[in-house]
């Protein structure tokens, strides 16, 4: 082990210890006045859990199903309250997604679908619009860092008949749009985009009893996701500059993404059967609410499909392959909510930990509140790893607005919806979100220079998603979705 691994370690020791004491502190001394005796031991519970969460010393999913049964352990809570999320459907649509995801890898289907478009864009623009339209095909992909590692080696081939020019602007604003497409705009447009999305939805449904479908999720998130691409695009366009002409005329000619499509030879059944699953879930998921069939039960159907013999394309042994670390972390994170609203300690954290940043800026109205959840959003990015940030953020939020009667319903679901989802991803530093890790891993791209545009990106971002909130809540309160 290196010395600053060791020094790591250490850090991880001391900061889980400190977590400990203080949770056996919060024990041992009696509640304050005022305070639910039974929400304070909860409390007392998840400070070390917090601590587990920050420094992934075990997985999340495994973390919060041992904050659920220690909460029925010491009898703070009933079973049936602790474990009510996985009774809701979320968690097993995304277990589905993973099994399609899981699929379409396998058989090559994913980057079929990726040089395919890619193929048949050859110029610079075309290739920025490819890469937001090959990750809407992988809508299925649930997982930030599989789409980006099926894009990863598209990104990196088509730099190398480039001549790898790095510190170009070219390589910039390739990579740059190409990260922004496989974390921000897929992740946010479609519900089984990412973990947080379901993590989001899971929370809003425990804490006000409104539901949302997939259709619906992505009626109400299209168009704020497409205003946000936008700005991504012609935002980092306009920082960078244009690229270098020698670059958009070598483009044009690179046969790079061809002969890699031409490379894959006809498609295969296993291909075809997969694609035919995918779409009949995609079926399934947009009319699920007019035959009362839930998302989640309706991927469970084609999972089950994936894996029938003669029929399906999956060993068993793909199970494994499922992150089952995130299907439970869903599942877990419902228990949470309801602990805490059980306990009467989310009135009580709200006011205490939202109420200060959220109560001055409530007096620019709605404005001020989006702003404020962009904040709260951005400060829980840096004290957790995602979508556990959101596990404590959001229900928080949603606990002030309705407490305060500052936000009713179709406030709530616009602005949690899209500020909460998509400001995780709204990131400043590429090291905080695997894809940026992964597509820099392949050396594109100049990594100061880059670093530079995410820093200069986030104040444009940040006002794009503030516009998508609103176009969110127009929709949802002309629709009456999820209200």
Not at 181 to 195: E, K, Q, R
Not at 251 to 280: C, H, N, Q, R
Not at 433 to 438: C, K, S, T
Request: charged residues 10%; proline residues 5%.
């Amino acid at each position: 082990m290196s010395s600053d691994e060791h020094k790591a370690s250490n850090k991880t020791y001391y900061l889980l210890l400190a977590g400990l004491i203080i949770g056996v502190i919060m024990f041992i001394v009696p509640a304050p006045a005022g305070v639910n005796p039974n929400g304070w031991k909860v409390l007392g519970l998840l400070v070390p859990i917090i601590t587990v969460w920050a420094t992934e010393a075990i997985p999340v999913g495994v973390a919060s199903m041992l904050f659920l049964t220690l909460v029925v352990a010491f009898q703070l809570v009933k079973p049936d309250v602790a474990f009510k999320g996985f009774t809701n459907h979320l968690a097993w649509l995304m277990m589905g997604a993973f099994a399609i995801g899981a699929a379409m890898q396998q058989t090559g289907l994913s980057k079929r679908m990726t040089y395919w478009l890619l193929s048949r864009l050859n110029s610079f623009w075309g290739l920025i619009i490819a890469g937001y339209a090959a990750n809407a095909c992988l809508m299925a992909v649930p997982s930030s860092s599989a789409r980006s590692g099926i894009l990863a080696p598209v990104l990196n081939a088509i730099m190398d008949t480039m001549g790898r020019p790095v510190e170009s602007k070219f390589s910039r604003l390739l990579t740059y749009n190409f990260c922004t497409a496989t974390n921000a705009f897929v992740g946010t447009m479609f519900l089984t985009g990412g973990a947080g999305n379901a993590v989001m939805l899971a929370l809003y449904t425990e804490l006000t009893g409104k539901s949302v479908s997939w259709g619906n999720w992505f009626m109400i998130m299209v168009i704020p996701s497409l205003i946000f691409a936008a700005v991504a695009v012609f935002g980092s366009w306009m920082i960078v500059g244009s690229p270098e002409p020698e670059y958009l005329e070598r483009v044009k000619d690179s046969k790079a993404t061809k002969e890699a499509y031409a490379a894959l030879g006809p498609m295969k059944a296993d291909e075809w059967k997969v694609l035919i699953l995918f779409l009949l879930a995609i079926f399934l998921w947009v009319i699920g609410e007019h035959i009362k069939l839930s998302p989640g039960f309706a991927s469970l159907i084609v999972m089950g499909l994936l894996f029938l013999p003669k029929i399906g394309v999956l060993p068993s042994k793909a199970l494994r392959e499922i992150n089952w670390d995130i299907v439970l972390l869903i599942g877990a994170v419902v228990g949470v909510a309801g602990i805490l609203d059980a306990t009467e300690m989310i009135k009580l954290l709200s006011s205490v930990l939202i109420g200060p940043i959220l109560t001055p800026l409530s007096n620019w109205g709605l404005v001020g509140i989006g702003i404020g959840s962009i904040v709260i959003g951005l400060i829980a990015h840096f004290l957790l790893p995602a979508p556990n940030n959101l596990t404590l953020a959001v229900p928080l939020l949603v606990t002030w607005g309705l407490e305060t009667m500052h936000m009713e319903l179709a406030v709530v679901l616009a602005f949690l919806g899209f500020l909460s989802v998509l400001g995780d991803k709204l990131i400043m530093f590429p090291y905080q979100m695997p894809p940026y890790y992964v597509y820099l891993a392949m050396d594109v791209t100049d990594g100061p220079r880059f670093s530079g545009l995410l820093a200069k990106m986030y104040p444009l971002l940040a006002v794009a998603m503030l516009i998508g909130a609103f176009v969110a809540y127009g929709l949802i309160k002309t629709t009456g979705i999820g209200i």
